[in-house]
């Protein structure tokens, strides 16, 4: 029988598990063209059969746990934020609550009406109109109709899109697309409010005004599950925490404690020494990297503007010395779109023969990046052989956050562009055809 | 907060609730075809013209090689041209439909991973998106029989019940089509293939009246030959038979389709987020 707080609960989650099947990338390519269709036509005949063939052995799949043994009970009317790493199961818990997947084991019951915001815009179609859009949004989202028009108003207030309800969402701007798709979800009424983080995008005084809607909303007794990487938001909205690591709940509590122990578990984070999805012959490793500051303070969030450094400790096995070697960084969005790349070779550096331990150093003199997490891959590769010594994807995950790149101003946001450049403008004379400079054309 | 209802889903345990959720969604379904209906002529100059001119074209191609130069005999006194566009409606109808829902999950891919409704309400409202299609190519073959005088008579009444049978076989394997697509998008290759194959199986530039009767009941194994012959059947008048034996073959074969592709959708549904 469950206990008389289950009873009451708004969600109660019991041993919640979630198994993902990952495919192995194969170590070695296809040899030859021969191999590659053999295999190809091989795969294609088992194909059919593959649903009714109980294992595969051959194509090196590994099991993995997205989320184990989750338990927990919230009761109506709490917030509750969940914060963790990327990949440590938020995005998965999140949607096994929306039943959008099925646990693998596991129970969990939910009291009421449940509305979940995964992501802002799901099934907007760019080529309807703003008002054709609230009405499927909202029929997406589990509304019904009548409520919809009743809300219609409301929405598009808030929204801010009065003038161009009868425009294709495509000819809107990225902030108005924001703007319309978050209004839609903020004016459901349902009894528990599940959203990941999607107040990332938006001009902050949109989000300000979300986080707003989202206070009120869950003021008459409303429960809110409240995915977030911004812990002064998660503080802000959320009086109770829950702490994922490795899809395990790692603390449940009052938020500032969840946040203080969250931090000191990324402190401990740029430890590379038991990741294994590295490629390369392993001679030389990386096994830890860390940003630090001109003066040689660890860093736990950068400032745009702030001079860093980003280094990477190594260990070197090789028995023979080891020469000409290049040492690369790239810097990607969260999104995965790269950002920037450094290399040694670009500044003329030779480390010449390698020792055993060391650390290689880029600095970075003010770091040109607006405030965002960016997550950082290396690779350590022969310069004349293009021998791949060592190479990890997204090995750690860093924060920029704060000011200072403009000293006089705060920086446009993200939503204008990930990078900061240095401009100095000047008014000048109005220009006619005769004030403009013959071109030089050097001979 | 007790008067609440309490949903409780555990792993492995079909849920008791789906055909409740169904019925809540249901405005979906009329969202969800609304969208694909406006969103396929915005755009465009003929707009809703498009839903005339490709069966318009096929019947005229049709009539023109099975009627004029392969001279294949109509029924009784029967324009080919009408005998043709008898049957292109149904036809048009079922590969419209099939494939569209077919492609549905696929093109949806997004909503699936980030909203939870009944997964049955995407290749349904594909079904209905292709019935106004449909309802729209009619009126060509309203046209058709003004102009060359021919009027259906009593049997009219039972064509309703053909369109349901072409709904129900579309739907049908559109169901096992698109759920297998989720999974092995050697599929979506599959789809356009059933067409045009089906096109050339099935009974629509010519009467199955040619096939000789010793291969009529094996010929409808192929549910659309039941499907065509019914259409023709109501509208044609007189002048065309129903073989009983091979409409409730045909019928039988699309029940089957049917039920075993709602079984089929239904127990890999569960998995669609995951592996889409």
Known sequence: ?443 | MSELPLLTIEAGKTERHYWQDLWRYRELFYFLAWRDILVRYKQTILGILWALIRPVLTMLVFTVIFGRIAKLPSEGDVPYPILVFSAMLPWQFFANAFSDAGNSLIANANMITKVYFPRLIIPASAVIVSFVDFLIASVILVGLMLWYGHQPDWKLIALPGFVLMAAAAAFGAGLWVSALNVKYRDFRHVIPFIVQFGLYISPVGFSSSVIPDQWRLIYSLNPLAGIIDGFRWALLGSASTLNQDALLLSGGIIVIVLLSGLLFFRSTEKGFADVI
């Not at chain 1, 109506?76 to 990949?87: F, K």
């Open chain 1, 1 to 443: 029988m469950p206990s008389s707080d289950a009873m009451t609960a708004a969600i109660v989650a019991e041993g919640l598990s979630k198994k993902y099947l990952i495919a192995h990338q194969r170590e070695q390519a296809d040899l030859s063209l021969r191999d590659a269709l053999a295999r190809g036509v091989g795969q294609c005949l088992k194909a059919p059969f593959r649903p009714w063939l109980k294992g595969d052995p051959e194509s090196g799949r590994e099991e993995f746990w997205a989320l184990s043994e989750v338990g927990f009970e919230i009761r109506p009317g709490e917030r509750v934020g969940i914060v963790g790493r990327n990949g440590a199961g938020k995005s998965t818990l999140l949607k096994i609550l929306s039943r959008i997947v099925e646990p693998t084991r596991g129970r969990f019951s939910v009291r009421g009406r449940v509305a979940s915001l995964l992501e802002v815009g799901t099934g907007v179609h760019g080529e309807l109109t703003g008002r054709e859009n609230i009405y499927l949004n909202g029929a997406l989202l589990g509304m019904r109709k009548a409520e919809i028009r009743r809300k219609f108003d409301e929405i598009v207030q808030f929204a801010e899109v009065e003038r161009f309800l009868d425009t294709p969402v495509k000819r809107y701007s990225s902030g108005m697309y924001v703007r319309l798709a978050f209004s839609v979800a903020a004016h459901l009424e349902p009894d528990i409010l599940i959203v990941d983080e999607v107040l990332a995008v938006g001009d902050i005084s949109f989000q300000k005004k979300c986080l707003e809607k989202m206070e009120s909303v869950t003021g008459g007794g409303r429960t809110l599950l409240f995915v977030s990487h911004n812990m002064s938001t998660v503080a802000s909205l959320c009086s109770r925490s829950i702490f994922l690591a490795n899809g395990r709940v790692a603390l449940d509590g009052p938020t500032d404690a969840v946040i203080n122990e969250y931090f000191a578990f990324l402190d401990n984070a740029c430890d590379l020494s038991t990741r294994t999805d590295r490629k390369g012959t392993g001679e030389v490793r990386v096994t830890r990297i860390s940003l630090r500051s001109e003066a040689g303070a660890p860093l736990n969030a950068v400032a745009p503007g702030q001079t860093v450094d980003i280094c990477l400790a190594f260990s070197n096995r090789s028995p023979q010395p080891l020469r000409g070697i290049r040492s690369m960084i790239t810097v990607h969005n969260r999104q995965g779109q790269p950002i920037f790349s450094q290399h040694n070779q670009l500044s003329g550096t030779d480390y010449g023969a390698l020792p055993e331990q060391g650390e290689f150093i880029c600095r970075i003199p003010r770091l040109p990046l607006n405030s965002a997490f960016y997550k950082l891959s290396y690779t350590i590769s022969g310069f004349g052989d293009s021998t791949l010594y060592d190479q990890l994807a997204d090995a750690i995950e860093f924060k920029v956050a704060g000011t200072g790149f403009f000293p006089n101003a705060r920086a446009p946001s993200n939503s204008y562009g990930q990078t900061l450049v240095d401009g100095y403008w000047r008014l000048g004379e109005p220009a006619d055809q005769g004030n403009y400079a013959e071109p030089v054309i050097s001979s």
